[in-house]
């Protein structure tokens, strides 16, 4: 049986230690030696278009920063007073912690989903829970109404509008 392992292990490093040569083309007695431009503005305009999905010299589209996407805006401003668990503008998600405007045993959980930055209404989906606590502290959570998630997509859209409306204002 060891006489197997020792042929396996054989074959294997035969085959491996080919692959971790490096070899310069023209020349296979020299490695190659990576340079870099010294200059920090020419190598950053050098590789842009590594950096941000640019190829072939063309754009593949542009980058909207979470300051400039009036839905995304729009609903952290309808949060303001609300503490936020998770906050993903590449991933189009907002979800709250759990939070309770009183002292009650019921509090409430709020997920923000984006199909996309249009100003529309079906461009965020809304998901609400609210968590029931009795005095032993065992808990229930239970999901919110349909009526409950409209009133807030209500309100992230009309923010939203009144955004887009200032900011055309101002141009």
């Known amino acids: 049986m060891s006489k197997i392992l020792n042929k396996l ?23 190659t030696k990576k340079t870099y431009e010294p200059n920090l503005d020419k ?62 045993n019921d509090s409430i959980k709020i997920v923000v989903n984006f199909a996309s930055d249009e100003l529309k209404p079906s461009s965020v989906n809304i998901k609400s829970f609210k968590k029931k606590c009795d005095n032993q502290s065992k808990c229930s959570t239970i999901k919110m109404s349909d009526k409950f998630n409209q009133k807030i997509k209500e309100k992230i859209i009309n923010s939203a509008r009144e955004l887009s409306i200032a900011k055309d204002i101002k141009k």
Do not use: H, M
Not at 10 to 30: R, S, Y
């Open 9 to 31: 292990l054989i074959i294997t490093l035969l085959f491996l230690v080919p692959a971790c040569t490096q070899k310069n083309e023209g020349n296979d007695n020299k490695l």
């Open 43 to 104: 190598r950053l305009d050098q590789n842009t278009g590594i950096l941000f999905g640019d190829i072939g010299g063309k754009k593949s589209g542009t980058f909207d920063f979470a300051s400039s996407n009036v839905l995304w805006r729009a609903t952290l401003e309808v949060f303001n007073n609300i503490p936020l668990s998770n906050v993903d503008y590449a991933g189009g998600v907002i979800i709250s912690d759990w939070y309770s405007n009183n002292s009650s």
